[in-house]
């Protein structure tokens, strides 16, 4: 079992720098210069080894992608109450305040994550809500949901997908950010946009992503 955090938002402030995303220049982020360093330090820090890789500390192709289209875009967000699932950083949570939601709810079980996504709003002038219970499956009544980058695990990759077409299906607007992850369902998803993101070697197979933005298809 892991031990209690003392401070993370010392241990984030003191492993990462703040830094505009590349994609995203209005949003900056506390993001890790390295990988493999920020990820054992984590480890350490929490006392436990195979943890998986610190997702908060990089701005991932899909939420770049989903944030850039929220900001282009800022009709399907303005004056809802949002969920930005999986939200790591908060990147999209940050994007969808800037773009006039009303209120946004960043769901992340990694307890990092949520003092990240705290620290984050703080330093791009916007509130967020940080929750680090297990959504899948409820239905809080948003009116928007944006989920970045979560196809890379086949069992949950399904899970997820249900639960957010069934949230389309009753009304939800649902847009998920994905640079092509093995299991992204594409047969039932629709492709609103496109973009090329900038994002690190030690993360992913290229330096450049294509990376698209897509919607449940409305006969799914």
């Known amino acids: ?3 209690p955090i003392s401070d993370p938002v010392a241990f984030i402030r003191a492993e990462t720098r703040l830094r505009p995303t590349a994609l995203v220049p209005e949003v900056s982020l506390h993001v890790a210069d390295e990988a493999v360093p920020i990820w054992h330090r ?5 006392g436990e080894m195979g943890l998986p890789p610190p997702f908060w500390a990089f701005a991932w192709a899909g939420g770049q ?3 850039r289209h929220v900001l282009d875009h800022p009709e399907l967000v303005a004056g809802q109450d949002v969920l930005d699932f ?3 950083s908060g990147l999209v949570g940050i994007a969808a305040m800037k773009a006039g939601a009303r209120r946004v709810t960043c769901a992340d079980i990694d307890s990092f994550a949520l003092s990240a996504i705290a620290l984050n709003g703080d330093a791009n002038g916007v509130a967020l809500q940080p929750v680090g219970e297990d959504l899948i499956g409820r239905d ?3 009116g928007t949901v944006l989920a970045g980058d979560i196809c890379y695990e086949k069992d949950l990759a399904g899970r997820v ?5 069934a949230l389309s299906r009753r ?6 950010g994905d640079p092509g992850r093995t299991y992204l369902p594409k047969d039932r998803l629709e492709q609103l946009a496109e973009y090329h993101v900038p994002v690190t070697r030690e993360l992913e197979d290229m330096e450049i992503k294509r990376t698209c933005v897509w919607q449940p298809r409305a006969q799914d």
């Open 42 to 46: 984590t480890e350490e820090e929490l």
């Open 1 to 3: 079992m892991s031990r």
């Open 171 to 176: 009304g939800a607007r649902v847009l998920i």
């Open 161 to 165: 997908y249900e639960w957010l077409l």
């Open 86 to 88: 999986a939200s790591g």
């Open 65 to 67: 992608a989903l944030a």
């Open 140 to 142: 809080l009544g948003w």
